[in-house]
């Protein structure tokens, strides 16, 4: 029964400090811009004999008079997408290798080259890596950048690993190992113990599963520093329940852990970072499964905050564990109360898989949050936590259904619904991620996929 956990997919490619005799530049070239070629005629006539014309992410592979690689043209396009480069891992040749013309936000340029190396080998025999080392500029802090690569790598690993090998009991020993690394207190409260501790909901949407469910709870910082609460969905695996979920709708449900994992990256930038904060973590990790125990459509579950919920749909499990969890969260009254889920489809249905929706309820917070994240690339997008459309989860019996009758507005009203279990958060914001990315990008293999975390740290930082 028990699951290994296993180590954190290393990086292939090796950055270092000082450059070597042997290195090799990359040049960067943006479209259609002929001036890197005029020193190097012979560069010029062979980019034309391989329609190489700068596009963003082509590359164009210079051999010396031997045969053996001299140097590599790297197309910029026009500089915006830093990302786009993230094919190169895949096509530049063994050795080292230094940059010429970098741009000035470089440090997204080496993240993205990074994170196009990643691949998920848990389940496949290697044959070895090719030995790639690049040398960064003197500019570039070699410790956040790998800061940022090892936790992207944590979040996507702990996603794309199959639900028989991440359970909730799995989820509770990757949260502890990351106190053993940062020497933060973690706590769990699992199995009949949660209706002891008050977490009625947690209880009922996990207590089907074959692993109990459990609120794992982590501390980690000095008391005087402001309050920063992160708390995750940690679904390890989603049928649906009763109201059974299909094939298809099933299929990628290992991810339904996303926000967990996600949150479990946030607290380990923060903490690697030494960021002065007082984090505390809160996972609820259950698996929404079928069992004679099994909730069911009707049901009525007190919460921890008192409120009632009418169960109207087994499947939005995610806002009833959640509920339990931010309302804990919110008892200690942190100063920033965080959340992040795949809570709906709706959410994909409104601004796809690469741009999460967030709900703030400080405006000046939400404005924040958005224009960080546009200018880091981690896109993240303001929708409102429109109070009319609250008495659409009004319930006859209960203080509140789990679900609408329309399904309008999905995930606007999954928020609003969170909403009624914070009240003491001085500020409080809801990630509606995908965790997933569904179409190869250049730095994104399809998989599970960090998101929005790079912008909170970036915000946290500065706090
Ligand atoms: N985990 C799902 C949401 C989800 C589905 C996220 C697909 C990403 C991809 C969630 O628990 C769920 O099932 N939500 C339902 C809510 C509905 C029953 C109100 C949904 O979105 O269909
Ligand atoms: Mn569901
Ligand atoms: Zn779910």
Redesign the pocket.
């Known amino acids: 029964m028990s699951r290994i956990l296993a180590p954190i997919t290393p990086c292939p490619i090796e950055f270092m400090t000082e450059r070597s005799g042997q290195s090799h530049p990359i040049i960067l070239v943006g479209e259609n811009d002929q001036s890197f070629f005029s020193e190097d005629t012979v560069a010029a006539t062979w980019a034309k004999a391989n329609h190489f014309t700068g596009k963003c992410g082509d590359i164009l592979i210079v051999p010396d008079n031997d045969g053996t690689v001299s140097k590599v043209y790297l197309g910029f396009g026009d500089g915006n997408d830093v990302f786009a480069i993230g094919n190169l891992f895949k096509q530049l040749p063994e050795g080292d290798w230094h940059f010429e013309h970098l741009p000035e936000n470089a440090l997204n340029l080496f993240l993205g080259l990074a994170l196009g190396s990643y691949k998920f080998a848990r389940y496949l025999e290697i044959t070895g890596n090719k030995k790639i080392r690049i040398t960064l500029p003197a500019d570039i802090d070699k410790t956040e950048l790998k800061r940022l690569i090892e936790t992207t790598f944590f979040v996507r690993d702990l996603i794309n690993t199959p639900t028989n090998d991440m359970q909730p009991d799995t989820i509770e020993e990757a949260i502890r190992e990351l106190g053993r690394t940062y020497s933060a207190t973690v706590t769990s409260i699992w199995g009949d113990d949660l209706l002891k501790q008050n977490f009625p909901m947690v209880h009922a949407v996990g207590r089907a599963g074959s692993v109990a469910p459990r609120v794992i709870d982590l501390r980690w910082g000095d008391e005087n520093h402001p309050k920063v609460t992160l708390v995750g969905k940690g679904?390890a695996f989603?049928s649906?329940g009763l109201d059974i979920?299909s094939a298809n709708?099933m299929l990628?449900?290992k991810k339904?852990m996303g926000g967990a994992a996600n949150v479990m990256g946030l607290a380990k930038l923060i903490m690697d970072a030494k960021l002065p904060i007082r984090l505390r973590l809160i996972v609820p990790a259950v698996e929404n499964s079928i069992s004679g125990n099994a909730f069911r459509p009707g049901d009525v579950l007190k919460s921890r905050k008192g409120l009632t919920v009418e169960i109207g749909?087994t499947?939005?499990?995610?806002r009833l564990i959640l509920a339990d969890a931010l309302a804990y969260g919110d008892e200690e009254k942190p100063d920033y109360l965080f959340d992040m889920a795949?809570?709906?489809?709706?959410a994909?249905v409104a601004l796809g898989p690469d741009v999460p929706p967030f709900y703030c309820n400080n405006n000046e917070l939400g404005q924040i949050i958005s224009r960080i994240s546009m200018e880091i690339q981690d896109p993240l997008w303001q929708l409102p936590l429109w109070k009319p459309y609250q008495k659409k989860l009004s319930s006859r019996i209960a203080d509140l259904n789990n679900?609408t009758t329309d399904?309008f507005a999905?995930s606007i009203t999954a928020a609003l619904f969170l909403q009624k279990f914070v009240d003491q958060a001085a500020n409080w914001a809801h990630f509606d991620i995908?965790g997933w990315t569904p179409a190869e990008k250049p730095a994104f293999p399809i998989g599970g996929e960090a998101q929005g975390i790079r912008a909170l740290y970036t915000i946290l930082k500065g706090l």
């Not at 795949?342 to 709706?346: D, F, Q, R, Y």
Request: charged share 25%.
């Open positions: 679904v989603d649906g979920k709708g990628l449900m339904d749909n499947d939005a499990e995610g795949t809570l709906t489809g709706a994909r679900v399904g999905g995908y």
